[in-house]
């Protein structure tokens, strides 16, 4: 049985008939709670995203007014020490990793060809577990049991001696929350574009997103059990007594360290490898001509995935390490600057040899290039050992690392939502608006974070709440203050673009910037089924290939229908069926989280959750028993 | 971009040169030295790429929506291909040369030693610095707290040790940072090359009081430091006026004791800063509040005020016995 | 309109071993949980560094009994779970039926013979870090023997009463992936908290 | 119980025991001389605890009954020895330390008692429970000292009391807990409290004033110790001038222990009196870098004057609690064909020593228990060498500390029967753990510094009765019991020795071999001192104290939580099912043949 | 409407206690010593008619204060005594039994008046907040709090489970 190449008769308004009936989104509660399609589930992963950034972003300027002038009495030490670790947390673990998965869960599927993820079901789940962690940290934020110890939680610090109440293991169970959605969001990345490419999408055709997105599953999948491990330790330590990080019982604080950065730093690039893939596609469609170097920069990316787990140490030089390890790490960690370089030279080359049009996405990555740059800079500066025992945990840390996430990976962002918004909406947002966006946020961006290098260097640590007259770091503070408001003002026009867009922005097209991916083959916003056919791949570019593509034909278009392609070259495999809408990964989530939650509190509350997830994951996995009969296939 | 670099400029010139960048001993002048190094290339590479970026994206050229063409010119991707290769040669190379300077300045560092030094033992605890100048007669060990002396152009070795959490030994001009560890010892040496008053604070966050946690590293000429070090090995001096004789039993028999040493008296309790010479220092609260009567008042009534969260409660003390036991401490030179 | 088409009618609805994308899902989920033992087992080794001897003084290294019998009976184990996974893919509902009941005793056993492993660990998880360390070690490696003796019964429970379908054949197939899983990590473990102590 | 050695090692062993004995013939001049009284709680001033009544023999021990009891009405740790005078029985219990005089003729019947009421505070302060050790006789008086740091005279006759001293603060956390000794004109009694900080005195009160005579300080400067120039410590490592402040943080001798809570003994030939001092404090040995002079030290001093003639620091800068106030047994010994006048003290770091008791030489230091915390003592500097990796550390637990903080040994005192040579020392087999934590000097409370948790020793008995050939330097027979033995032996005359366990039983064994012949079954746990006396009717009686409590039996005394490893300083841990074994109690209980 | 409500309640509910828990009062103003009002060591009092004793502690819900109470009752050496609830020279205190009584007005007592055999009286050393951290954490040690609010094990020698995950017997001595 294979595959066979033929010329038919494709009949689109019948398979489009049946097509919107099968894959029609639910009504009612179901649709609400149920639904299982991707781009539904990524749209609201997103715009929770969002809302947790511009949560975490008023906990920014609460900070920045703090520290507008020395000695201020805006907050005091407990609610800053809250509000640094929350925004810090939120940023990292529920916006910035979960809003590029997003990304990734709402364009691969479209990238690749298909009808949807490979795991439906998990994949609604994954965002029900990420949605409930992120209401526990900010509702335990609200309730004054805010983690205090900042988002690395260094014990002895969030141990169970030093940090009492239940505020870390708030920190703790988030952690779990996010981990586990994180991980679930990999899996089915990897899983889609390993397994349900359209035909002919040969790995060296997948488009550089993609490859992005799945360097970056790949980095979760070993990342993130070093946090999960690292605070089931903490959990258990604050719980049921155990002695990881009790140094007088053989227990070690430098365990904590290991753990958290041989995730912590991964992280880093977890943020930044999806962020390089949006600026990939947004150069290429911009300059016009494909991306030069395109192995170079799947090599790269993969480099970069490796390296990224080698250089954890270079964040405890100053523990006291044998010298002959702090040299490996500082090498590692400079290493790393070189596959960077790579990308950075090949977008350079591509727009400079390209048909430049310039448009607020491409804005967004001038400004991303200028800012990142400096940022990668710094990071070889704080890479480099003896440097870093200057520069360690001060603003210049802070200064360093806000260029490379915000600048790295939200300037992207927000470049990428201002270019997929077309496709995700249906309508164009306004270019003036984007472009008057990008110089706010620069400048705003610059104002806010460029003086910190300096209060790095005159001595001002991080995390502290205030500081004094003397100190002499007050101006270049307020600076920084004001900065950071005009930040803030970037970040609303940026929400008014996307509301104006939403309510009257004009009607986009297929393909409104004559990009090359397989998402602008379709309609503005996609179907739920994605494609009416399936297409056949023939180039890196099949947008910019003509004639117009091969379709697939002959799956069904009763049933829930997905065409499984080998891993490597992407030859038809088998159909497979996908499993529809159902209420019962939210049930399993709402079970889940309750067990989790109650294990703040008590060890039982593992079992609690064990138990309580038992009956909606059999119904969830129970065959319901209608979906066999019937075998409607697109027609030939 | 470059007006970014000038205020840069404009700030180094107009605030002074940061404190870690105006190194007062050798190591914090090597770093500075490695610094300059690393900030040059970083300047000429961000201004490199920026230009170029901005050269590739405004040139005068009228872009059109049309398909792109995929055939390039073999000889253009070619020479594309050329120039990426060769930046990537020259980030590794440039990469390398770095990673070598900061190599030998690793070394560098680790190089400062001396034998017979003079062994300062400092243990970090929530939010202050307990130091103990090491000696190999017992009784002559001195404890003070945020506050080193140390004499100009001698390596110095210290020893940190944490009593609750990590803390971090930070002075930047005169070293990096290195990390106060339960269950780790660590150790830095360091040395200053001029005499004066260096600032240093913890930069490992360490709770409520992390910003306030400050000390003050004095390096003076030997001379002075024997004479101040012998000053410490003098018990506290016995009050000589009825004032301070009354301010000893407030601190005696108040709250004081049961958290505070003055060597000389029965108080030897070791929660708090060892208060036998407190008069002879700088500052108070860990470097928070200059050392005068005024101030200290106000730290006794109400140090939560001033340090919200830090482990001195609020002392209800009478005006005559404030007065008293002010004049006390100020009488403990 | 008549255009290019591939027709992919004939392609099978059913595949079995890294064709599918379940059989990817769940190599994902070893991937993962691979990790987190490895790492958990790298802290194992780090902590015994802060201690003089390995079980510290005072601690009994545990005993081996029990612990080897569940090398013993998982290796076995991994018979009737073959056997099942060869019948999934010839799609046979009986012998499935009846390795997979095999398969479900021995998971059984395997709990039954953890709550003695525990036992005979000699110490308890709040008593040192050593303690802490081979409790959690032996009950992440527990928690994938009660998942997964979850997910046999409710797959022989589907297998023998459910509305059958032929991708059931195929969750019985890597479900069998995953037990293999189980049963190869528990070496690596097996030597850590019960050799390493009587080593050092 | 150990297994019955083979015949011919106890044949050797007694061979061996009649030799030392016929050595020691001075010893055995006084032992023949015995009036049956018992006057000090060690017997005599060399403190051996050798009774030559020889009624109650191996062969009759078995039939030895109960001839009458006393309940004593304070149920805490009865470690006193009962003193027989005359025909008078006296008898201190511990706080709030009621002196009994029981008519010996007419027995079970008080003659006399009195209650010096103690402050009550003073038990606050008291750290191992609210003990005394006993009284002394001399010349019509009973001295004895009460919780509250007071020592009374007490007329033996009316029982109206003479003259009572206040010597120690309570609120600095002074008590006292010794029996004083009383040498010529002097009575000698030393503080307790060096887990509170305090500093450690002997002090020499005159019998019949109660005035001062003088103070030696254990810390501080020369003249504060009564250091002159008449001393001449052996070791290099004790001389100097001032050590007791130099080998101190500064001023830190001043609540730095060494207190002097344990036995004393006199030779009136060399007429030095011989005592230990007690641990440094706080344990927490990082608080306190020097030898710290001159804690855990043996003093040999004139008692006319005070005057220190030789030191020798057992333990230098104490890591464990190894409080060195044991008894030293003075005895004339032959070793390597030498006769030599010796001092032998089963101490606390789990060392035999053997000392020459004119000079301070240590000719011998064999340890008798398990000793994981010590190599040995090196025998030209005289210093103990210690094993680094059991070190305490601040923060950081050590584990298989052997011995633990009570030592191999605790202040139970030994016996010795110029009979068999051999030296009978009731101690204990336990290890602990232990982790160095800051300790804030707060007057009045405790000044420790350090976490610890008990637990039995290599064999898992946590007791054992050693006869111990100091000669040879071995063990000729070992008893093994389930809870340390804390009581004190008695060796008689009849080759019976006499010892007590804190599971209520009072038993007898066979002086040679070691042999159970005898065990009563009492109310409480015993940690007290056995002693035999004549009584008026010519008989030969043994009595003790029973009555549970001390450091080790605390946690039935005090009734402690042992859910707690940590209740008792980490004592509780090591005897949490002495709770099942032994009610409180406190009773007098005397024995005699039918 | 009604689900709206419970939820509403159940919010105010969690807001209750857990600001109560999370609370950290640093700037207590109290006085140096001296006595609440309405404090007495016995529970009866001359006349007819009992007045109640209603004085409460005011950390009761709160965690901060009783792992505060937990540092201060290292700090004063309160273990030296009590060891870590096991006691020594002092009674033990995480057992149901309680010498001068157990509720905390009685803690209370004992700590700032002392009793007479033995305890010293802290009143004029600590101030009145710390003397109710303290009571706070002598409460935790028995159980007599609200698990959420006892606290974690310490970063010390294992000697007992933490006062939040109970006071079960469970231990065995090692060998």
Same mark, same amino acid.
């Given at each position: ?182 991980? !679930? ?5 990897? !899983? ?445 | ?333 | ?200 | ?229 008449? =001393?001449?410590? =052996? ?58 002079? #001159? ?72 340890? =008798? ?41 605790? #202040? ?85 020795? =006499? ?96 | ?175």
């Amino acid at each position: 049985m294979s595959a066979e190449l033929a010329v038919r008769d494709v009949d689109d308004a019948a398979t489009r008939a049946a097509l919107e009936v099968t894959w029609a989104p639910p009504r009612g509660v179901l649709g609400l709670l149920g639904t299982v399609n991707h781009k539904v589930v990524a749209i609201r992963y997103i715009v929770s995203a969002f809302v947790f950034f511009a949560l975490a972003g008023v906990l920014a300027l609460v900070m920045r007014a703090q520290l507008a002038y020395p000695e201020a009495r805006l907050v005091g030490p407990d609610l800053y020490n809250q509000i640094f670790t929350v925004h810090g947390s939120t940023m990292m673990f529920l916006f910035a990793v979960p809003v590029m998965e997003a990304m990734g869960l709402y364009l691969v599927p479209l990238m690749v060809g298909t009808r949807n993820v490979a795991f439906p079901r998990l994949n609604a789940f994954g965002f029900w577990i990420y949605l409930i962690g992120g209401a526990l940290l900010w509702g335990a934020f609200l309730l004054n049991a805010g983690p205090d110890a900042g988002w690395f939680a260094y014990v002895p610090l969030a141990g169970p001696d030093q940090a009492p109440g239940k505020r870390i293991d708030v920190w703790a169970q988030m952690i779990t929350f996010t981990e586990l959605a994180a991980l !679930v969001g990999a899996v089915e990345l990897v !899983v889609t574009t390993l397994k349900l490419r359209a035909p002919g999408m040969s790995l060296n055709r997948v488009p550089l997103f993609v490859w992005a997105m799945l360097v970056t599953a790949f980095m979760v999948i070993f990342a993130m059990p070093a946090i999960m491990v690292a605070s089931t330790m903490l959990a258990m330590d604050r719980l049921v007594d155990t002695h990881f990080f009790n140094v007088a019982e053989g227990g070690d604080a430098l365990l904590w360290q290991h753990l958290f950065w041989f995730f912590g730093h991964p992280e880093v690039y977890i943020i930044f490898i999806p962020a390089t893939g949006f600026v990939s596609t947004i150069v290429q469609t911009f300059a016009r001509r494909p991306i030069v170097g395109y192995p170079a920069m799947v090599l790269s990316l993969i480099a970069t995935g490796f390296l990224g787990f080698g250089l954890w140490v270079h964040h405890m030089f100053a523990t006291g390490l044998p010298k002959l390890g702090e040299s490996f790490f500082t090498a590692a960690s400079m290493l790393i600057a070189i596959p960077t370089g790579v990308q950075i030279f090949c977008w350079l080359a591509t727009l400079r040899s390209g048909r430049v049009l310039v448009r607020a996405p491409l804005l967004y990555v001038l400004a991303f290039v200028a800012t990142f740059v400096l940022g990668g800079l710094s990071g070889v500066m704080v890479a480099s050992a003896p440097l870093d025992l200057q520069l360690h945990d001060t603003f210049f840390v802070v200064a360093h690392l806000h260029y490379v996430l915000i600048g790295g990976s939200v300037f992207p962002l927000l470049g990428a939502l201002h270019y997929w918004l077309p496709k995700m909406s249906g309508r164009m947002p306004s270019e003036g608006l984007g472009r008057l966006t990008v110089a706010i946020l620069f400048v705003g961006f610059q104002l806010t974070f460029f003086p910190m290098h300096q209060l790095g260097l005159a001595g001002m640590p991080r995390r502290v709440y205030t500081y004094l007259p003397e100190t002499g770091w007050g101006p270049l503070n307020a600076l920084s203050s004001v900065g950071a408001a005009l930040l803030g003002v970037a970040v609303l026009l940026f929400v008014a673009n996307v509301a104006w867009t939403l309510r009257r922005g004009a009607r986009a097209e297929d393909d409104p910037w004559g990009a090359d991916t397989l998402e602008w083959s379709t309609t503005s916003p996609p179907p739920a089924y994605n494609f009416v056919h399936i297409p056949v791949v023939e180039s890196r570019h099949p947008l910019w290939t003509h004639p117009s593509p091969r379709v697939v034909t002959g799956l069904r278009i009763d049933v829930r229908e997905v065409l499984v392609t080998d891993a490597i070259d992407a030859v038809p495999d088998h159909r497979h069926m996908l499993d529809g809408p159902t209420l019962y990964p939210f049930l399993t989530a709402m079970a889940a989280g309750i067990g989790i939650i109650t294990a703040i509190f008590t060890p039982w509350g593992i079992t609690v959750g064990v138990v309580l997830t038992l009956p909606p994951l059999i119904g969830w996995f129970w065959p319901a028993g209608e979906a066999i009969a019937g075998t409607t296939r697109e027609k030939a | 971009m470059s007006a970014m670099l000038l205020s840069l400029v404009l700030l180094l010139a107009g605030c002074g040169a940061p404190a870690a960048l105006s190194p007062a001993g050798p190591q914090a002048g090597q770093i500075a030295g490695l610094w300059a190094v690393f900030f040059w290339v970083s300047v000429v590479v961000e201004v490199a790429v920026v230009a170029f970026l901005l050269y590739a994206v405004l040139r005068a050229r009228r872009p059109v929506l049309t398909l792109p063409a995929l055939a390039a010119e073999p000889l253009a991707e070619r020479r594309l291909t050329r120039g990426v290769s060769a930046a990537t040669a020259l980030t590794a190379i440039v990469v390398v040369a770095l990673l070598a300077a900061s190599i030998l300045v690793t070394r560098a560092l680790g190089a400062l030693h001396a034998p017979q030094a003079l062994t300062v033992e400092i243990a970090g605890h929530q939010w202050w610095w307990e130091v103990e100048y090491w000696d190999p007669v017992p009784s002559q060990r001195v404890r003070t707290a945020n506050e080193i002396h140390v004499p100009v152009g001698e390596a110095v070795l210290v020893k940190l040790r944490a009593s609750d959490v990590i803390h971090s030994l930070w002075v930047p001009p005169l070293h990096g940072k290195k990390d106060l560890i339960p269950g780790h010892a660590t150790s830095l040496w360091i040395k200053a090359d001029r005499p004066g008053a260096f600032g240093g604070q913890c930069a490992e966050f360490c709770g409520y009081q992390h910003a306030h946690m400050r000390l003050l590293v004095i390096a003076e000429s030997r001379g002075a430091f024997d004479a101040w070090l012998a000053r410490q090995r003098r018990p506290a001096p016995e009050p000589t006026d009825a004032q301070a004789r009354r301010g000893r039993d407030v601190f005696l028999t108040g709250p004081c004791a049961i958290c505070h040493t003055i060597v000389g008296t029965p108080a030897a309790a070791r929660l708090g800063p060892d208060l036998t010479h407190l008069a002879g220092r700088t500052t108070l609260a860990a470097g928070t509040l200059p050392n005068t009567p005024g101030h200290l008042a106000g730290w006794i009534i109400d140090p939560q005020r001033i340090k919200p969260g830090v482990h001195m409660p609020s002392i209800g003390l009478d005006g005559a016995d404030l007065q008293a036991l002010l004049a006390y401490l100020g009488s403990l030179k | 309109m008549r255009r290019p088409v591939l027709d992919v009618s004939a392609l099978p609805p059913i595949a079995y071993g890294s064709r599918t994308t379940i059989w990817w899902g769940v190599l994902g989920l070893i991937a993962i949980e691979g990790a987190a033992l490895a790492l958990t087992a790298v802290a194992a080794l780090y902590l015994r560094q802060n201690f003089m001897t390995w079980p510290p003084y005072g601690t009994p290294p545990p005993g081996l009994a029990a612990a080897t019998a569940n090398v013993v009976l998982l290796a076995l184990s991994v018979w009737p779970m073959y056997v099942a996974d060869r019948a999934a893919q010839r799609e046979r509902r009986l012998p499935v039926i009846i390795a997979l009941g095999i398969a479900c005793v021995f998971n059984v056993a395997t709990l039954a013979l953890r709550g003695f492993e525990f036992a005979a660990l000699n110490c308890w998880w709040d008593d040192h870090a050593y303690g802490s360390a081979v409790w959690l070690l032996l009950g992440m490696h527990a928690a994938h023997l009660v998942a997964s003796a979850i997910e046999n019964v409710l797959l022989l429970a589907l297998v023998v009463k459910g509305p059958l379908e032929r991708k059931h054949f195929v969750d019985v197939h890597v479900n069998a992936l995953y037990w293999y899983f189980i049963v190869a990590v528990w070496v690596p473990v097996y030597v850590l908290v019960f050799l390493a102590p009587r080593w050092s | 119980m150990t297994a019955p050695r083979p015949a011919t090692l106890a044949v050797l062993g007694s061979l061996l025991a009649l030799l030392a004995a016929a050595a020691s013939r001075r010893t055995l001049d006084a032992a023949l001389a015995d009036d049956g009284q018992w006057v000090r709680p060690a017997k005599d001033l060399a403190a051996t605890r050798y009774s030559s009544l020889d009624q109650v023999t191996a062969a009759n021990v078995k039939t030895l009954r109960l001839a009458w009891s006393f309940d004593l009405g304070v149920e805490r740790g009865e470690e006193a020895a009962p003193l027989v005078v005359g025909d008078t029985m006296y008898v201190v219990t511990p706080f709030p330390n009621v002196l009994y005089a029981f008519d010996l003729t007419r027995p079970g019947t008080v003659r006399w008692k009195y209650e010096p009421t103690p402050a009550t505070e003073a038990q606050g302060v008291a750290c191992c429970d609210v003990v005394t050790r006993g009284a002394a006789y001399a010349d019509g008086l009973v001295v004895f000292n009460t919780l509250d740091a007071h020592t009374v005279a007490v007329d033996a006759r009316s029982g109206r009391e003479q003259w009572k001293t206040r010597l120690g603060e309570i609120a600095r956390g002074e008590t006292m807990t010794m029996a004083p000794l009383i040498v010529g004109d002097k009575v000698l009694v030393g503080n307790s409290g060096g887990e509170m900080g305090v500093r450690g005195w002997l002090t020499a009160l005159d019998l019949h004033s109660g005035r001062l005579a003088w103070r030696a300080y254990s810390t501080g400067p020369d003249r504060d110790v009564l250091i002159g120039p008449g =001393f001449k410590p =052996f070791y290099t490592f004790d001389q100097g001038r001032d050590l007791g402040v130099t080998s101190w943080p500064p001023e830190a001798w001043k609540i730095g222990g060494g207190t002097v809570w344990g036995w004393l003994s006199y030779d009136p030939e060399l007429d030095l009196v011989y005592y230990g001092t007690a641990n440094p404090g706080p344990w927490n040995a990082e608080q306190r870098p020097g030898d710290n002079k #001159w804690t855990a030290t043996i003093f040999a001093r004139r008692p006319a004057t005070g005057e220190a003639v030789w030191a020798y620091q057992v333990s230098p800068h104490d890591l464990y609690d190894y409080d060195g106030v044991n008894e030293l047994v003075l005895l004339d010994l032959d070793l390597a064909g030498r006769r030599r006048k010796v001092a032998v003290r089963p101490d606390r770091n789990g060392y035999v020593y053997v000392l020459d008791r004119a000079t301070g030489e240590v000719l011998s230091a064999t340890p =008798f228990g398990h000793v994981t915390t010590t190599k040995g003592v090196d025998l030209t500097s005289g210093r103990l060498t210690y094993v680094d990796a059991k070190k305490p550390e601040l923060g950081k637990v050590v584990r298989g500390v052997c011995p633990a903080a009570p030592g191999a040994k605790d #202040w139970q005192p030994s016996s010795w029967s110029p009979r068999t040579g051999l030296l009978y020392i009731p101690h204990q087999n336990l290890c602990m753990d232990v982790e160095g934590v800051e300790a804030s000097y707060i007057a009045g409370t405790p000044y420790v510094g350090s976490a610890t948790r008990m637990y039995a020793g290599p064999g898992g008995h946590r007791g054992l009765l050693t006869a111990w050939d100091p000669v040879n330097a071995r063990a000729a027979w070992r008893i093994t019991e389930r809870f340390p033995v804390w009581s004190g032996t008695l060796a008689t005359g009849g080759d019976v020795v =006499f010892y007590g366990t804190m599971d209520r039983a009072f038993k007898a064994v066979h002086a040679r071999t070691g042999e159970p012949l005898w065990r009563f079954e009492t109310v409480s746990g015993i940690i007290g001192q056995p002693i035999t006396y004549r009584g008026p009717d010519g008989r030969q009686y043994v009595a003790v104290l029973s009555g549970v409590g001390g450091w080790a039996g605390a946690i039935v005394s005090a009734g402690l939580d042992a859910r707690d490893a940590s209740a008792a300083l980490g004592f509780a841990h090591a005897m949490r099912d002495l709770p099942g074994a032994t009610p409180k109690g406190g009773r007098l209980y005397v024995f005699a043949l039918p | 409407m009604r689900a709206a409500a419970v939820l509403g309640l159940l919010g105010a509910l969690l807001v209750l206690t857990g600001c109560q828990r999370e609370q950290r009062r640093f700037s207590e103003v109290a006085p140096a010593s001296g006595r609440p009002d309405r404090l007495r060591a016995s529970g009866f009092n001359p006349g007819d008619r009992q007045a109640p004793a209603e004085f409460r502690n005011p950390y009761e819900r709160n965690a901060w204060a009783a792992a505060e109470g937990k540092r201060l009752y290292a700090a004063f050496n309160c273990i030296g005594c009590h060891a870590n609830g096991g006691g020594g020279i002092g009674p033990p205190l995480m057992d149901p039994a309680w010498i001068y009584g157990g509720e905390p007005v009685e803690i209370y007592a004992s700590i700032v008046e002392g009793r007479p055999n033995g305890m010293p009286a802290f009143g004029g050393r600590i101030t009145d907040s710390q003397a109710w951290q303290l009571v706070t954490y002598v409460q935790s040690m028995s159980g007599l709090l609200r698990k959420d609010v006892r606290p974690s094990r310490s970063d010390h020698m294992s000697v007992r489970p933490s006062e939040q995950s109970g006071t079960s017997e469970r231990r065995k001595p090692p060998q």
